[in-house]
């Protein structure tokens, strides 16, 4: 919503176009990523839950906002209407009707009192090709268009113009997971922000851009708008570790990268210089599927399964995954005897360092701080924040959590890496590939990995 949004009959008071950072809405459409991949990633993982019934505003808190055929709607008294259950990471779908001149928002992130553009996020919801909001006293700023986060990040609805003619339902898709807010308005995206890589645009403090969970609430000012069909897909950090989960079985909403008996979900890493991602990508598709053959041997040479685990003899090349990841909640157990090193490449990019921290050959490369650490970062997330490594011929547990740039770790159920970004080794100061496979490494010694399971993150 406007805010604040003058009643009828006083001065009208809100931020013109002035008040904000002229932000190029047309190089952010460049960036956005499709509405299909996002699609896509809905088909699998949590389950939906209504956050409706259709009849009463149970499981929601406020005033000024009743039920009216199957729809939640606001009323000349309508302000704010929050979730009772608070939410970290998710996908929001709802369908929404305007009238014009409508104005509300969507609150993320919500703490329960104050501001929630301020103290929260909030995602516009307006009605802003009416003429109230474009004549010579007042012109909407780019990040008060709907779809915008408020004062952070500018919709493109504006170019696009994607709201239906008022007194029609749209459809809406609300991505908020980590620090990536997405925006799906009818089918198309028209917001795709990373929180961490932006400052406001209307020069006042937003210290809920730093909040990880809150309420979703219903931000109004008396307008007619009413909501329906709003259901939700939990995304939420999983839990560090896995106690009492049998090997091999993933946990509901992962999928099992590993089945126990073989190598299915598997290929060989393609041998230099074609390791390199970007190599492998220029590749012609016979060129490529020579590579990925002769990969594909090695692997079958090199990896087996025992005892329900890959291993690896300690000669050949490393081990990837058969499909791409873009964001993603990835768990792996891992195995080293003495003296050995290893790795986990995520997007095909090096790594997250395994190794043993009682070594001293390599106490002058910091092993004695432990697993878990970017080693090849040249700053930030090259060390891990504490030890956490087991004794050496022990399991240990990875958990890892990628999304968009930034990556926290947990090892054996300790945050070792917080939201660190992992350098780009191949193209040092250019953007990590979205996708690519995931590997695990070799340094030329035995190695046992188990219990491979990931959730892809809506993106």
């Known amino acids: 919503m406007l805010r604040p949004f003058a009643l009828a009959g006083a001065a009208l008071s809100v931020l013109a176009a002035p008040a904000f950072a002229q932000t190029s809405t047309a190089a952010a459409a460049a960036a956005l990523s499709p509405a299909s991949v996002t699609l896509e990633a809905l088909k699998s993982g949590p389950e939906w839950v209504s956050l409706f019934d259709g009849k009463t505003l ?13 729809a939640i709607v606001c009323t000349k008294e309508g302000n704010f209407l ?4 608070q939410y970290a990471d998710y996908v929001l779908e709802f369908e929404f009707k305007l009238k014009p001149g409508s104005n509300n928002g969507i609150g993320v992130r919500y703490p329960g009192t104050g501001d929630a553009a301020y103290d929260g996020m909030e ?12 004549n010579d006293k007042f012109e909407l700023g780019p990040a008060q268009y709907h779809g915008s986060i408020y004062g952070i990040s500018p919709s493109t609805q504006k170019e696009k113009n994607l709201l239906k003619p008022v007194g029609e339902w749209n459809h809406q898709i609300l991505v908020v997971v980590g620090d990536h807010i997405k925006v799906i308005l009818n089918g198309e995206t028209i917001n795709d922000a990373y929180l961490s890589k932006l400052n406001t645009l209307d020069g006042k403090p937003h210290p809920g851009k730093n909040r990880t969970t809150g309420h979703i609430a219903f931000c109004g000012h008396g307008d007619y708008v009413a909501y329906r069909n709003l ?5 939420s950090p999983a839990a560090p570790v896995l106690p009492g989960n049998p090997d091999n079985t993933a946990p509901p909403s992962f999928t099992a990268l590993f089945n126990g008996k073989d190598l299915t979900n598997w290929k060989g890493l393609a041998a230099p210089p074609n390791d390199n991602p970007f190599k492998r990508a220029a590749l012609s598709e016979a060129e490529a599927a020579k590579v990925q053959a002769e990969a594909d041997a090695n692997m079958k040479a090199h990896w087996s399964v025992a005892d329900g685990a890959l291993l690896f003899d300690g000669k050949g090349a490393s081990l990837a995954t058969a ?3 873009g964001d993603f909640d990835f768990y792996v157990d891992w195995k080293i005897p003495a003296k050995a090193d290893s790795g986990i490449y995520l997007r095909g990019t090096p790594q997250v360092q395994i190794w043993d921290p009682a070594n001293p050959a ?8 432990g697993s878990g650490g970017f080693w090849n970062n040249k700053g930030a997330g090259k060390d891990p924040l504490v030890l956490a490594d087991k004794p050496i011929g022990e399991w240990n547990t990875f958990h890892i959590r990628m999304i968009g740039d930034l990556t926290s770790i947990w090892l054996n159920g300790k945050l070792v890496l917080d939201k ?18 995931i590997e695990l490494q070799n340094h030329g010694n035995n190695l046992w990995f188990k219990n491979i399971y990931v959730r892809e993150l809506p993106r």
């Open 420 to 437: 660190a970004p992992l350098d780009n080794y191949w193209a040092p100061g250019t953007p990590l590939p979205r996708e690519e496979q």
């Open 231 to 235: 259901r939700i897909k939990d995304y």
């Open 362 to 369: 390599q106490f002058s490369v910091g092993n004695q701080k």
């Open 58 to 70: 149970a499981g929601w808190v406020g005033g000024g906002y009743q039920v009216e055929d199957g």
């Open 123 to 134: 995602i516009q919801v307006l009605d802003d090709r009416d003429a109230m909001y474009h």
């Open 323 to 325: 499909k791409k990841y």
């Open 82 to 85: 929050h979730t009772e259950k």
